[in-house]
C-alpha cells in the first residue's frame, strides 16, 4: 500500500478549513431551529416512519367475516419458502363447507428473509406481509408467531379481513 | 399377432389387445382416466380418443381393438382439441378446491389439465354443487363435487371385491356416487378406490390431511402383513411413514392390496416403537444391551438354551442367527413360534391370508437346512422342568397379528434368563423384571433381504428409510450376543491414488513435516 502525502505549504493552513466546517453546522443548526417543519431527523420511537402500503414487514394471517382464519393448511406457501420457516399442521374441521384447516401454523421469524413468497403462493390471500416492521426482543422473547400472534395480535384489532370471500365465489359459482 | 402403427412407430401386439394397451406398450402418452388396467372398460370419460386412418371421426382408445395395418396416432392437432374439449367438460361442475383437496400433487386432472388443458373455460353456467365430505364407511370420504364420473370405484366393487356397495345415481349432470341405501364401504379392500380415484374425489379418512404428497419420498418393499406377500411402496419423510400403496405385480397381488396391510407402517413409526434396550430394568444402547447378554449366553450349556422365532424376519437373518446357535452354542432347540394356529391356511379367495406373517415358508426352510424338528411342546416341558434356562426370542414385528402375545411371553418369562428381541413397544414385555434383556429391532423397511412367500416366490426388499438408527437387525443382534464386534465391511485401499509420482511424499514422510507438526493438524 502507497501512503500519498500532501507536504505543499498550503496544506498547513488549517485554521480556514476549520472554520468552514463550523459554518455549515451553522448553517444547518439554524435553518433546524427556524424552519422545524423540514427536518430531516425523527424522534424515534416517539416518532416512527411509515413505509409505502407495499412493505413487507410481519406477517399477518387473514380472518372471513366471522373472524376464522381463512388458511386451508394447502401447505404451499411452507413449499414455496426458501427459508423454510413455515411449519403447519392440517386438520378436519367439524364444518363440511370448511373441510380443512390448520391447528397449529408457525413461522420462525429468526429464518424469515421476508420475500413474500408464501403471500405470492397463497391460492386464498390467507397470508400476507403487513406494514410492522419493528420486531425487537431479547434472548427470552418469542421469535417463533403462532396463530394467534399472526392473525389476532392487538395491532390488529381483531385481524384482518380478507377480500376473498368463500360464499361469494360459491354463489358466483367459481 | 396384428402389426399397428403408432404416431409412425410400428408395433406389434397380442390379438385382443386395445390401442390403449397397444400405446402403453409401445410408450406413448395417452390421456386418460376412466381405463384402468384391472378393471374392466367402461368408455365413460372419453378422453383416450385417437385418430385411425380411414375413420372421419376419433375414436376412443380403450374400447377399440388392435386390427392388422392400423394406423393410429394420438398427436394430431385434431386429437388435441378433442381432449381439450374433453377436459373442458370434465372441468364444468369440478370445483377449485386444491389447496384443501388431499390428491393435489399427484392428481389426474391436474396433471392432464396441465398438457391438455383449455385455459379459458368458455362455460356461462354456475356449477352444480353437489354433496361434500361424505362418509362412505369407516375408512374412506366421498366428495362427490370433485367426482368426475369415471366409475372406476364403482367397477372395483364389482368386479374385483365383489360386493357392489357402490353406484351411480341421478341422470346428467347430476350424477354422483354413492353407496345403495343402507350399505357403508366396508370391506377389506375399500381402501383400493382410493388408489384409483383420478382425482380427489375419494379419499383415505387415515391420510388425509396428515401430509400434503409433494413432502414425500417413497421406496419398494414387500409388505408384512401375511403370507401373500404383495409388493408395496412405502411414502415417507423424516417424520416417519405416512401410507403404503401397492405396486403392480402380477405374479403377486396384481394392482391391489388389503387394507390390513395399509395399516403396516404404524407399526414402523418412531412412537411405535422400542428405541432404547433394557438389561434387568437398566437403559442402555441396543448394541450394548445385545453385547450383555452374550456373557450369559456363553455361561449358559447348549441343552439349556433355547430359540424362539416369529416368521416375521427375513431369510438371511434366519439363517444368520439359526447357524449361530446351531455352530458355536451347539444347541437345536429352535422352535418356531405359530400365532392364530387355527386360522393359519385359510384365504378369502382374493389377497389376504390367515397365515399373517410374510416370511413362514423362508424360516421353515432355513430350520429344515439345519434339520431341526423340535416342537413347542418340547419348550413348554423344558420350561417346566427347568432344562432350559435361558431362552432368546426373535418376537414379533406386528404385534396386531399375535393374539397369544401375553400368553406365550408369560409361559417364556418362566426361564431364568429371558432375551427378547422386538421392534415394537409392549407394556407386558418392558414390566417384566428379573434377568430380563430387551433389545430393540429393525422393521422390515429399514433393512435389505429375502421374504418368502406362501407359492415359496422369494422376493428381495431393500432399505427404504431409518426410523430407529440404534436398532439392530436380527443378523447384527446375533454378531453381538456371540460376543463379537459388530463391523463395517470396508474394502480395503479402494480410495488409494494410483497415479503418484515415483518422487512422490508418502503420507508416512509427510507426518514428520516439521510445518506440519509445530502447527498441529491443518
Known amino acids: 500500500m502507497s501512503v500519498m502525502q500532501n507536504n505543499s505549504e498550503k496544506s498547513k493552513w488549517f485554521l480556514p478549513g476549520i472554520l468552514g466546517g463550523l459554518a455549515t453546522t451553522m448553517k444547518h443548526l439554524l435553518k433546524n431551529l427556524f424552519n422545524q417543519k423540514k427536518m430531516m431527523t425523527l424522534n424515534y420511537p416517539e416518532e416512527k416512519y411509515e413505509y409505502s402500503p407495499r412493505f413487507k414487514g410481519n406477517h399477518v394471517l387473514t380472518v372471513k367475516k366471522d373472524g376464522s382464519l381463512r388458511c386451508t393448511a394447502c401447505m404451499l406457501c411452507a413449499t414455496n419458502c426458501p427459508a423454510e420457516c413455515i411449519k403447519i399442521t392440517a386438520a378436519e374441521h367439524n364444518d363440511p363447507a370448511v373441510e380443512k384447516f390448520p391447528i397449529s401454523y408457525e413461522i420462525d421469524i429468526l429464518r424469515c428473509v421476508f420475500c413474500g413468497f408464501c403471500e405470492e403462493a397463497c391460492p386464498v390471500d390467507a397470508i400476507r406481509l403487513g406494514p410492522e416492521w419493528q420486531t425487537p426482543g431479547v434472548n427470552g422473547a418469542n421469535f417463533i408467531y403462532d396463530i394467534n400472534h399472526l392473525a389476532y395480535r392487538p395491532n390488529l384489532k381483531g385481524g384482518i379481513l380478507t377480500h376473498v370471500d368463500d360464499q361469494e365465489r360459491h354463489k358466483a359459482g367459481i | ?522
Open chain 2, 1 to 522: 399377432m396384428p402389426k399397428c402403427t403408432i404416431n409412425g412407430k410400428e408395433v406389434e401386439v397380442k390379438e385382443g389387445t386395445s390401442i390403449i394397451e397397444a400405446m402403453q406398450q409401445s410408450g406413448d402418452r395417452i390421456a386418460h382416466y376412466c381405463w384402468h388396467p384391472g378393471l374392466s372398460v367402461a368408455g365413460v370419460c372419453r378422453l383416450c380418443v385417437v385418430e385411425i386412418e380411414g375413420n372421419p371421426r376419433v375414436q376412443i382408445a380403450c374400447n377399440t381393438m388392435v386390427t392388422e395395418g392400423m394406423k393410429v396416432n394420438n398427436t394430431s392437432e385434431k386429437v388435441k382439441d378433442a381432449v381439450k374439449w374433453g377436459l373442458d367438460f370434465h372441468l364444468i361442475n369440478h370445483p377449485l378446491d386444491c389447496p384443501i383437496c388431499d390428491q393435489a400433487g399427484e392428481c389426474g386432472l391436474q396433471d392432464q389439465y396441465m398438457e391438455y388443458g383449455k385455459y379459458d373455460p368458455e362455460m356461462a353456467e354456475a356449477k352444480v354443487k353437489k354433496h361434500k365430505v361424505v362418509d362412505l364407511g369407516p375408512t374412506v370420504v366421498l366428495d362427490s363435487e370433485r367426482c368426475i364420473l369415471c366409475s372406476r370405484c364403482v367397477r372395483f366393487t364389482e368386479e374385483v371385491s365383489k360386493t357392489n356397495e357402490l353406484g351411480l345415481f341421478n341422470r346428467g349432470d347430476r350424477t354422483e356416487i354413492g353407496t345403495h341405501d343402507g350399505m357403508l364401504l366396508d370391506n377389506k379392500y375399500s381402501l383400493n378406490t382410493v388408489d384409483i380415484c383420478p382425482v380427489g374425489a375419494l379419499t383415505s379418512k387415515d391420510f388425509r390431511f396428515r401430509q400434503r404428497v409433494w413432502y414425500l419420498k417413497d421406496g419398494d418393499s414387500v409388505c408384512n402383513g401375511c403370507s401373500t406377500g404383495c409388493n408395496i411402496k412405502v411414502y415417507y419423510n423424516k417424520e416417519g411413514l405416512f401410507r403404503i400403496k401397492p405396486v403392480y405385480n402380477e405374479q403377486v397381488n396384481g394392482h391391489w392390496m388389503c387394507d390390513s396391510g395399509r395399516n403396516a407402517y404404524k407399526f414402523v413409526n418412531r412412537e411405535a416403537r422400542l428405541v432404547k434396550g433394557v438389561v434387568a430394568g437398566k437403559e442402555m444402547a441396543p448394541g450394548a444391551a445385545a453385547k450383555s447378554a452374550s456373557e450369559v449366553l456363553k455361561s449358559t450349556s447348549g441343552d439349556a438354551l433355547a430359540l424362539v422365532l416369529t416368521a416375521q424376519y427375513t431369510v438371511e437373518e434366519y439363517e444368520a442367527i439359526i447357524k449361530t446357535f446351531v455352530e458355536e452354542f451347539k444347541t437345536k432347540k429352535v422352535f418356531f413360534w405359530v400365532n392364530n394356529k387355527e386360522t393359519f391356511d385359510t384365504f378369502d379367495g382374493l389377497l389376504s391370508r390367515g397365515d399373517k406373517n410374510p416370511n413362514t415358508k423362508g424360516l421353515l426352510k432355513v430350520m429344515e437346512k439345519y434339520g431341526i424338528t423340535s416342537t413347542w411342546a418340547d419348550l413348554s416341558a423344558g420350561l417346566a422342568n427347568g432344562s432350559i434356562k435361558t431362552v432368546v426370542v426373535a418376537g414379533p414385528e406386528n404385534q396386531a397379528v399375535f393374539p397369544d402375545y401375553n400368553e406365550r411371553l408369560k409361559e417364556l418369562s418362566k426361564a431364568q434368563n429371558l432375551i427378547w428381541m422386538q421392534a415394537g413397544k409392549n407394556d407386558a414385555l418392558t414390566a417384566l423384571t428379573g434377568n430380563v434383556w430387551i433389545i430393540p429391532m429393525k422393521t422390515f423397511v429399514e433393512k435389505d433381504g429375502t421374504f418368502i412367500n406362501f407359492s415359496g416366490l422369494e422376493q428381495k426388499i431393500k432399505k427404504v428409510t431409518n426410523v430407529v438408527s440404534e436398532a439392530l437387525t436380527l443378523t447384527e443382534a446375533t454378531l453381538l450376543m456371540v460376543g463379537k464386534n459388530l463391523a463395517l465391511p470396508t474394502a480395503n485401499a479402494a480410495f488409494m491414488p494410483n497415479n503418484q509420482r515415483d518422487d512422490q511424499v508418502t503420507l508416512e514422510a509427510r507426518k514428520k513435516n516439521e510445518f506440519v507438526f509445530r502447527r498441529g493438524s491443518l
